[in-house]
């Protein structure tokens, strides 16, 4: 296996690894979280190693998972004592901890390999050199088997919790009617963050996380309103991603991880423009036919109201119509031109007259309206 190829498949899995939780975050409105946890773990990574001195002992997870924890706590504690807002409270919390790691980094571990460059941005590049060895028997990379560990974990867990995580996320309050625990729910997904996080810490770096963790999860979102399907295309979105982001940054010999963050972004933008049924062109078409179909719509609630009366030329009058609509002209005709296209109105001595189909029309719109 050649190291480019196990520098996309590394970055493949940390993808899908990452927006398996990212789904959950995006859902709960909990995408600024991601951030939050992926630096203050660091703290958790530091205060580890000072108890094993070993940066490949599984106890800096363990220590990054805990802080991680911590950060989601104190949030909450600030934002529970409704004098600060749940992104004030991240405001907080996040720099302080994260700062904190920096300055023992700096005092105390300044000849660890630790530094905050590596952990912010990554280094795919270097995945490849950190070898899994068995025996004598060298088997790849060590981020392949770590990540698809993780992704394992967070697949498992997705599948044997999904009902949980579902209600969970959905309605607290009938989560906890029907006996689950939206608290251990909540504490367990955090769990997987800042597991996966610190996982893909020395593989990608923290920016690249929440990049996976948050970009796929909303493009997914914009395109499905079917939780199966959008835990499904947020892993084909982030896998995508990753090797176009690989390919690209190739081409043109610039850094891996900020070229697989960009394209993220870059698809973000393409779904949110081109979406099927939340894009931008497609709100903007769908607020336009709507303006058009209630104009329509008070044209024919109009011409219903006044046929037959008295008043009948003056409100429903070809020339006069449009002043008791307070439309503009080239309005009023682009709304007749509908009309009679649908063979809701004519034109009859001066004056519109509904047809039998518009009349049917109006009266089924109005008993919807008001049924509404």
Not at 111 to 126: I, K, M, N, R, Y
Not at 159 to 168: H, M, N, P, Q
Not at 325 to 350: A, C, H, P, S
Request: net charge negative.
């Amino acid at each position: 296996m050649t190291p480019q190829l196990e520098i996309q498949i590394i970055a493949v899995i940390v993808a899908i690894a990452c927006s398996i939780p990212g789904v959950f975050l995006v859902l709960r409105s909990m995408a600024m979280m991601s951030d939050a946890i992926t630096h203050t773990i660091l703290l958790g990574i530091v205060g580890a190693y000072f108890i094993v001195f070993d940066l490949s002992s599984p106890v800096l997870i363990i220590g990054a998972a805990v802080v991680g924890l911590l950060t989601v706590y104190l949030v909450e504690l600030l934002n529970s004592t409704k004098l600060l807002s749940e992104d004030s409270a991240i405001g907080v919390v996040f720099p302080l901890l994260f700062s904190i790691a920096i300055i023992i980094i700096s005092k105390y571990a300044s000849s660890v390999h630790l530094d905050t460059d590596s952990v912010l941005l990554g280094e795919l590049a270097f995945a490849p050199f950190n070898r899994m060895v068995i025996g004598s028997v060298d088997i790849g990379a060590k981020a392949i088997y770590s990540m698809g560990t993780i992704l394992l974990i967070n697949l498992v867990l997705v599948i044997i919790f999904f009902k949980e995580l579902k209600l969970a996320t959905f309605d607290k309050g009938l989560a906890a009617v029907l006996g689950f625990s939206p608290i251990l729910v909540h504490y367990g997904l955090m769990t997987s963050v800042s597991v996966t996080a610190v996982g893909a810490f020395e593989a990608v770096g923290s920016i690249l996380v929440i990049a996976f963790m948050v970009g796929p999860p909303i493009s997914a979102y914009l395109i499905t309103d079917n939780l199966k399907k959008m835990l499904v295309l947020s892993g084909i979105i982030g896998a995508v991603n990753a090797v176009a982001g690989y390919q690209i940054a190739e081409f043109f010999d610039v850094s891996i991880a900020g070229c697989m963050a960009a394209v993220t972004g870059l698809t973000f933008m393409l779904v949110f423009v081109f979406a099927p049924k939340r894009g931008i062109i497609t709100i903007m078409r769908r607020r336009k036919y709507q303006e058009i179909d209630f104009a329509a719509k008070t044209m024919l609630f109009h011409v219903y109201n006044h046929e037959g009366n008295e008043n009948e030329y003056i409100e429903n009058g070809i020339v006069s119509i449009c002043n008791h609509l307070n439309w503009q002209k080239d309005f009023l005709e682009r709304i007749v031109m509908r009309l009679k296209n649908d063979n809701y109105i004519i034109e009859t001595n001066g004056i519109f007259k509904l047809t039998d189909e518009g009349r049917e029309y109006t009266v089924r719109s109005y008993e919807e309206i008001v049924a509404q």
